[in-house]
Structure formats: structure tokens, C-alpha cells
């Protein structure tokens, strides 16, 4: 018989127009959580620890707002729990099918190894069930065990994002298992602007360095990469224009100089030409390579900014909603705080 489970849905505004809801109101009967708990607020990291406190179910779902799950992936997820040293279990989020052909383009950069290297497994059902890090993970599609959640102090209300990064990594270290389930995706809506998606790199890129601050692992190293990305670009156009001969300058002016630029967009090209020949979008061989520059080009600025700013400070005014699921549809109603 399968364990019974609670979902925990961080927004900051509870409407009952969400799309979690919608998707979890047209689950089977036999798949829906024993409680869904809508946690409204500004602080994500705070209000999905109060969430995970108000369940009663021995495992809890984390979903966002947007995320739309798919039937059989409870079963799926509830199978590795059946090793009790399993803390963790989830997989990818994707494009849902109605998407726009911008959001279909941003998953194409987000799903490629030059767009987010070992992390485009959580935007894409790739390889098979496995044994997995922070790198594969991702907060909008967790399955975690209450009991281990609590017992490790959940995430950090100080942090986000990557509150789950920094919680996950934690769990490893002290031995637990987590479970990456290519067969347990969720859809989700993608950025549907170039303003958004640069805004989003960016604010990764902050959360991943605040991160690294808070609990630093020399797994964490390869996401450096995107900053001295951008010193690297910065320092070869300040060679063309700073007028000397240094020779700083001499090297940086030298020919040689350039072949790692050249190389990554040559790579990005490649990822344009397989993602519009995979996806049949003849456009992307242009937008593509254009999307992973600007990607990692502010993930690099994020980053750099995320090392000279302090972590947000802890907001407690949160608003805890339960959904009660009618025949036809469903109410939130709130719940007093005690």
C-alpha cells in the first residue's frame, strides 16, 4: 500500500487559479495528496518550512506555483522511499506543451550540456533513475521524508534562491541518498522574455554564490566558471580600447587570445544547429547561441554580485492556506496562526 503524502506550494499570492492546483485537482483519486498546504509570503526558503511543519504525511511534496504534475509520478516517487536511507527524490521540470516558441527556445539553452552543463538534467528527462547530487535536483519537483527534513532544519530562511542547494548538499555529506527520476517530470512555464530570462540568470547566479558562502563545497567550483567568463570578455575588449604596451596588454592583444572565445561560439553554434535540427525550429541555430551567451554572461554578473551582498533578511509575515478538495473543484480556506 502506498504511504500517504502532503504537498507544500510556496506563492506569493494564494489564488485558487494556480496551475499546481489545477493539475493536482485532475490527478486519479489514488495519486491525490492526503493535504495540500498554499503558503503565501515573500520568503519562499521560510514559508515551505512553515509548510513542511502544518503536514502530517510522512512524505512531502514540494511544488511551485506553476508546476504542473503528471500522473504516475507519485508511484514512482514513493518506490525510493521504500530504502530508508533515501531523503530526497525528484526529477526534472519541462516545457509544457502548450509553450511559446520563446519558452520552447529557452528550454532548448537550458537543456543543453553549453547551457547548463550536469544541471540541464533538471530540464531535461535524461539518463536513468540514479543516485544524485544538488546538480540534478530542483525544488519545484521534491519529494523529501518529513521527518529527515525536520530533523535537519530544513532550509535556510536566510537563503534564496538555492535554498534546496545548500539543504541538499547537506544531506549528502551526512550520508542520506537522494534519488534523481527522469521519469518524474513535471511541466513548467519557462521565461517568456529576454529581460526575464537575463533577470533570471542572474538572480541564480547571486543565490549560487550566497550559497557557496554559507556552506562552500569543491563541487561548486565548475560555477565559477560563468565570472571569469566575464572577465575574460571584459579583458579582451579593455585591450582594444587601453591605449600601452604592457605586456599584459601584448598578450591580451595576441591572436591566442581570442581562441577561447572562438571556441565557445563555435560550441554554442553546434548546440543552435542540434537544438533547431532536434526541435525543427530553424531560428534557433540564431537564438540559441545567442541565449547561452547572455546566460552565462549574467549568471557571471550575479555571481559576482551574490559574493558582495548580504543574505536577505528572514520575513515572518506568512500567510498558510489548505486546499479542500469539492466534487468539481476545490476551496482554500486559511488557517489560523498559533
Not at 512524505?59 to 525510493?80: A, C, K, R
Not at 557557496?212 to 575588449?237: G, N, Q, R
Not at 554580485?305 to 492556506?321: E, I, W
Request: include cysteine; charge should be positive.
Amino acid at each position: 500500500m502506498n504511504p500517504t503524502y502532503s504537498v507544500v506550494i510556496a506563492a506569493a499570492k494564494a489564488e485558487k487559479g494556480l496551475s499546481a492546483l489545477k493539475a493536482l485537482s485532475r490527478l486519479p483519486l489514488k495519486e491525490r495528496p492526503q493535504e495540500v498546504f498554499i503558503c503565501e509570503g515573500k520568503n519562499p526558503s521560510y514559508q515551505r518550512n512553515l509548510g513542511v511543519q502544518k503536514c502530517k504525511s510522512p512524505l512531502v511534496y514540494f511544488l511551485d506555483d506553476d508546476s504542473q504534475v503528471i500522473p504516475g509520478n507519485v508511484s514512482h516517487l514513493f518506490s525510493h522511499f521504500e530504502d530508508e536511507r533515501t531523503a530526497v527524490a525528484g526529477g526534472p521540470n519541462l516545457v509544457p506543451p502548450d509553450a511559446t516558441p520563446f519558452e520552447r527556445t529557452v528550454n532548448a539553452v537550458l537543456a543543453s550540456w553549453m547551457g547548463s552543463f550536469k544541471v540541464r538534467s533538471r530540464y531535461a528527462a535524461i539518463g536513468s533513475v540514479r543516485e544524485a547530487t544538488e546538480k540534478e535536483l530542483i525544488l519545484c519537483n521534491m519529494m523529501v521524508r518529513r521527518s529527515t527534513f525536520l530533523k535537519e532544519r530544513g532550509f535556510r530562511s536566510d537563503l534564496y534562491p538555492n535554498e534546496e542547494n545548500e539543504f541538499l548538499n547537506r544531506l549528502l555529506h551526512k550520508g542520506y541518498r537522494l534519488v534523481y527520476d527522469p521519469r518524474v517530470a513535471v511541466y513548467r512555464s519557462r521565461r517568456k522574455s529576454l529581460g526575464a530570462f537575463c533577470v533570471q540568470a542572474f538572480r541564480y547566479g547571486r543565490g549560487r554564490a550566497q550559497q557557496m558562502k554559507v556552506y562552500p563545497c569543491l563541487s561548486d567550483v565548475i560555477h565559477l566558471a560563468p565570472a571569469f567568463f566575464v572577465f575574460y570578455i571584459l579583458a579582451l575588449f579593455g585591450a582594444c580600447v587601453i591605449p600601452g604596451d604592457s605586456l599584459w596588454l601584448q598578450v591580451l592583444r595576441s591572436p591566442w587570445s581570442w581562441v577561447p572565445l572562438g571556441l565557445f561560439l563555435i560550441l554554442s553554434v553546434i548546440t543552435g544547429v542540434s537544438a533547431a535540427s532536434w526541435h525543427r525550429r530553424f531560428m534557433d541555430v540564431f537564438k540559441v547561441p545567442i541565449l547561452i551567451l547572455y546566460r552565462h554572461t549574467f549568471y557571471g554578473f550575479g555571481l559576482m554580485a551574490g559574493f558582495f551582498t548580504n543574505l536577505r533578511k528572514p520575513s515572518p509575515d506568512v500567510k498558510v492556506f489548505q486546499a479542500k478538495w469539492t466534487k468539481k473543484s476545490y476551496t482554500l480556506k486559511p488557517l489560523e496562526k498559533k
